[in-house]
């Protein structure tokens, strides 16, 4: 146990001295602004093309790997969002945040560093992977649900632009595409390059856990959604056992993918959902108590899951 307890303390660490950092200053939450950049535009970035320029590129088109992680994300998405409509009489743009704070882990901030940190490089491709084509379909849907209940206003050609303009520019996915580029021309940077992205790819975690730790201290907890238990039954313990199940049944991928797109799959509601949520102006205060505390009953759920994955409790394959 002390070896898993030695993996997540760090981890979980940065955050909440993130957190208790923003409770003792109480500088406001404009004032993480430059941090924000930093790490989305620069060291992420950095970590996701270090990492994938140095991988073999036959190892970056598994897409049977990126169709499962999909299918189980999505799988979740669906019946969050059935039960949102059907049982609780929710409409279509409530029931969307709803089931993305089931289905959508928060893979950009928390992924990388744990996942790293956990099984070693060989978790940056399927890492890289799964943030991106999920992130694809993520900005994807959401425009695409608000249109159809009304929330979105833009006329459907200028939304199409929009959502590709989004897709295309995020730089987390430039740097990937970048990344895959250079493997595939096994393009290697000069030294001084090597070590300078090095330098801002080591500064990714910490920086984007403290950050994290920060914004859970500002956001205000005004409103618990009565989905909480299922949203958090769902997003921490359902979809990683989805994601299990599906990665086993339909391919032979090695120990560190299956057991990296699980551990993907069990991370907290993304703080992405709580800005989807702003700004559609739907269910904003449940979506911030959503990632508050499934962000808090991952320090259980995911020090469970590693303690089993490195302890041999789960094999690597169901169905060898």
């Known amino acids: 146990m002390s070896d898993v307890i030695g993996l997540v303390l760090p981890f979980f660490g940065m955050i909440f001295i993130g957190f208790l950092v923003a409770r003792i200053t109480r500088q406001p939450l404009e004032a993480l602004g430059w941090m924000n950049i930093f790490i989305v535009y620069v060291a992420l970035p950095a970590l996701f093309f270090q990492l994938l320029a140095k991988t073999p590129f036959e190892q970056l088109t598994e897409w049977s790997f990126i169709l499962g992680s999909l ?58 992977l799964i943030f991106c084509f999920e992130n694809i379909v993520h900005f994807t849907v959401a425009p695409m649900m608000m249109a159809l209940s009304g929330k979105e206003k833009a006329p459907p ?24 580029g250079a493997a595939y021309v096994e393009f290697r940077p000069p030294l001084p390059v090597d070590r300078f992205l090095d330098y801002l790819a080591r500064a990714a975690a910490p920086c984007a856990l403290f950050a994290m730790g920060v914004t859970l201290a500002l956001r205000p907890l005004n409103r618990v959604p009565h989905e909480l238990a299922l949203i958090a039954g769902l997003k921490l313990i359902v979809h990683p056992l989805l994601c299990y199940v599906v990665l086993s049944w339909i391919g032979n991928f090695s120990p560190t993918w299956v057991f990296s797109a699980m551990l993907l799959a069990a991370l907290p509601t993304a703080t992405n959902v709580f800005v989807i949520a702003q700004q559609y102006d739907v269910w904003v205060q449940r979506a911030s108590a959503s990632v508050l505390i499934t962000t808090c009953f991952s320090v259980v759920t995911v020090t469970a899951l590693l303690y089993a994955i490195r302890h041999g409790i789960l094999p690597a394959d169901l169905f060898p």
């Open 71 to 128: 299918v189980a994300t999505y799988a979740v998405f669906t019946l969050m969002f059935a039960w949102s409509v059907f049982v609780s009489g929710g409409g279509i743009a409530p029931a969307t945040i709803t089931a993305l704070a089931a289905a959508y882990g928060n893979i950009g901030y928390m992924g990388p560093g744990l996942a790293l940190l956990a099984f070693g490089e060989q978790a940056a491709v399927p890492v890289a």
């Open 157 to 180: 050609l200028q939304l199409a632009l929009g959502v590709l303009k989004k897709i295309a520019l995020h730089p987390f996915i430039i740097a990937t595409a970048l990344g895959v």
